[in-house]
């Protein structure tokens, strides 16, 4: 009678342990939610990710020394004219095309470029030339 009495606790126990470990199974799912916001993670991990990574990194770009660039001041005002001539020859162009001013012709020589000018009843046709290479872009504005 003991030794089925020893039995029948030892079932017990077991079947209350097999009832207990099923309950412990019973838990919520594990989530996982990345760190890194490029990858879905929160936006205020940024700051600190990039912190890190800086912290972390040895190598240290080496400091150049500023120096004034070499500039001839010729060459710089002749550039300057040749962009303010250019500037205003587009603008009387542009003013004459969408005006109600007429428009003169003219042929322009500027540094390494001839300019032609001209206008006839479509509207008004600018040939570019280069005088190092010879190549022309022929650029017509029509009146409107």
């Given at each position: 009678m003991k030794r089925s009495m020893m039995y029948f606790v030892g079932c017990i126990v077991c079947l209350f342990l097999f009832l207990m470990s099923n309950n412990m199974a019973l838990a919520s799912p594990l989530v996982y939610t990345p760190i890194n916001p490029s990858f879905g993670g929160s936006s205020f991990n940024g700051g600190w990710l990039l912190s890190s990574a800086q912290a972390q990194n040895k190598f240290r770009e080496p400091v150049k020394k500023w120096t004034m660039p070499e500039t001839d001041p010729i060459?710089?005002?002749?550039?300057?004219?040749?962009?303010?001539?250019?500037?205003?020859?587009s603008r009387k162009?542009?003013?004459?095309?969408?005006?109600?001013?007429?428009?003169?012709?003219?042929?322009?020589n500027l540094d390494d470029y001839t300019i032609d000018v001209s206008s006839g009843l479509g509207g008004i046709k600018v040939i570019l030339t280069d005088s190092a290479t010879g190549n022309q872009t022929t650029i017509e504005v029509p009146y409107y």
């Open positions: 060459a710089d005002f002749k550039k300057t004219l040749n962009r303010q001539l250019l500037y205003s020859l162009i542009i003013d004459a095309a969408f005006g109600e001013e007429g428009f003169e012709s003219g042929h322009y």
